[in-house]
């Protein structure tokens, strides 16, 4: 698959803010407020302004949900999160990145590797409240800025009572959300590209959930559903093909994550989140909605570069769609509202775990 944005600029600054979070003294949250004043020592040399969101759930008239800085391409700005709970207990902190106007993803140190940071970090890369943080947030941390002549970069911080969502802020929302803007130039974004994925490979699923048969539309990520819990708001739709019972003549075919099984026909383990899991009462699987293109074809698809080529796009109300062949185009809008279009692109016919379904992916972002 291929990537056109990279988010991967920000990861090693972040990790230094919150590699040692998880001890129960907090202090890695505990930043001393700038002075900006000057000081008593005669030193008339002001701090530079830092921008800084502020939620108090106790005396909400005193927040601050919005802030901007601007940044010089190649240094970097320092952006400041204090969330300050009451009756709410905050477990979990999500940031997203949103890099010229291109979509929210997620921004995490999902990716490095430190001992630290494992316990930093949830396995979906929301920062692991923990100790004293589940009440007092405070931290601060330099936001890099990329060399661009003209643009934004924005970052949306909040925070959740449990498991959240990157693409659904109101999911378990504890605090927030705030937004920190970094504007570089004019901050003019040029026009939104769609995300485009190729080679995306999906394979008939097994009951114990052992192949890679569900798709995130979110970080272009191929899952087994034996991978973990932390992943299910990833997973958007999965493949099957008709073996027996109600699915026999569904052949090459695709279902929502909600779904999924009774799609398919047989229960895949793991998918359904088990009476022991976290928010297992109230946990939510994602729909998707599908429907033949009439109007798309193979050399339309293609031709789509811009996001606003996917607007025509209307939603159906089926969560699945059976029997695919080799150079459909199937429409689809997922569980967030996003528009996109699938391309088939080659078929392994048949029910065994090697056997497989290809195809490119264009998506709004």
């Known amino acids: ?9 920000l990861i090693c600054t972040i990790a230094l803010f919150i590699g040692s979070c998880s001890s129960d003294d907090g202090s890695v949250f505990d930043t001393p407020i700038p002075d900006n004043t000057g000081g008593d020592d005669g030193d008339e040399t002001e701090e530079p302004e830092v921008a800084t969101i502020v939620f108090n759930e106790a005396v909400p008239s005193s927040n601050i949900t919005t802030a ?3 940044g010089e391409a190649g ?6 999160v204090i969330f300050t709970s009451d009756a709410t207990t905050q477990r979990r902190m999500y940031i997203t990145q949103n890099y010229l106007g291109q979509g929210e993803m997620p921004f995490s140190s ?10 930093a970090l949830k396995a979906d890369g929301s920062i692991d409240l923990d100790g004293a943080t589940k009440k007092e947030i405070d931290f601060s941390f330099p936001l890099p800025v990329p060399n661009i002549d003209n643009g934004e970069i924005v970052y949306t911080f909040w ?23 970094v504007t570089v130039g004019s901050g003019t974004n040029p026009a939104a590209a769609v995300r485009d994925f190729t080679g995306v490979k999906l394979f008939a699923p097994d009951v114990n959930g052992n192949t890679e048969t569900f798709f995130s539309l979110l970080n272009e990520t191929v899952y087994k559903v034996n991978v973990g819990r ?17 699915s026999a003549d569904d052949n090459a075919s695709f279902a929502s994550t909600e779904q999924y099984d009774a799609s398919f026909g047989f ?9 022991d899991e976290e928010n297992s009462a109230t946990e939510t699987l994602n729909q998707m909605f599908f429907a033949t293109s009439t109007t798309i074809d193979v050399a339309a698809f293609d031709a789509i570069t811009l996001s606003g080529g996917l607007d025509f796009i209307a939603s159906s109300d089926a969560q699945k769609i059976t029997n695919l062949s080799v150079g459909d185009v199937v429409e689809f809008v997922d569980n967030y509202g996003k528009k996109g279009l699938i391309k088939i692109t080659a078929i392994q016919p048949g029910f065994g775990n090697a056997d497989f379904i290809e195809f490119d992916v264009k998506i709004q972002p």
Do not use: C, N
């Open 110 to 119: 999902f990716d490095l590797v430190s001992d630290d940071l494992t316990k």
């Open 267 to 275: 229960p895949v383990q793991g998918l359904q989140p088990a009476a």
């Open 230 to 246: 932390e992943f299910r708001a990833f997973w958007d739709f999965g493949y099957y093909y008709g073996a027996s019972g109600q």
């Open 159 to 181: 925070t959740t009572t449990g498991k959240g969502d990157f693409r659904d802020v109101t999911k378990r929302l504890a605090l927030g959300a705030g937004q920190i803007t």
């Open 75 to 80: 240094t970097s700005v320092t952006g400041r």
């Open 68 to 70: 901007s800085a601007s």
């Open 1 to 9: 698959m291929k990537k056109h944005l990279k988010y991967t600029f």
